[in-house]
């Protein structure tokens, strides 16, 4: 059974740093292209990052671009995401995803991934 579990959000003031991790299980973690999601209220779910197998290769979304940076560690089956100089539009709650068959294209659309999180919610206040 896979299993992906976020952890490490929480509520931090505007300017402020979150480090979020996802354990991976059940799956061939170093095979996967990993991704960062999150979700605001109201709002759709967005892209926010991503991360090739074994080379390494990220993607970051533009809103986030600068601050935020995804990595991962293949012996923990572990990604993370860290997060700074936090503003408040990037509360939201945030999953990780797994694409078990990563193809050539950056896979930047939530239908290419494959397993998810259940989220952690990240909160900043100003």
């Known amino acids: 059974q896979v299993q992906l579990a976020e952890s490490g959000g929480g509520l931090v003031q505007t300017g402020g740093s979150l480090r979020l991790s996802c354990a991976a299980s059940?799956?061939?973690?170093?095979?996967?292209?990993m991704g960062w999601f999150r979700q605001a209220p109201g709002k759709e779910r967005e892209f926010v990052a991503t991360?090739?197998?074994?080379?390494?290769?990220?993607w970051h979304a533009d809103a986030v671009k600068g601050r935020f940076t995804i990595s991962r560690d293949n012996a923990k089956n572990t990604v993370y995401l860290q997060m700074n100089n936090l503003k408040p539009e990037d509360t939201a709650v945030y999953y990780c995803?797994?694409?078990?068959?990563?193809?050539?294209?950056?896979?930047?659309?939530?239908?290419?991934?494959?397993?998810w999180g259940q989220g952690t919610q990240v909160t900043v206040s100003s």
């Open positions: 059940g799956l061939t973690f170093r095979s996967c292209a």
């Open positions: 991360i090739r197998t074994s080379s390494g290769y990220t």
């Open positions: 995803a797994a694409d078990r068959n990563p193809g050539t294209v950056v896979p930047t659309r939530a239908s290419l991934y494959d397993y």
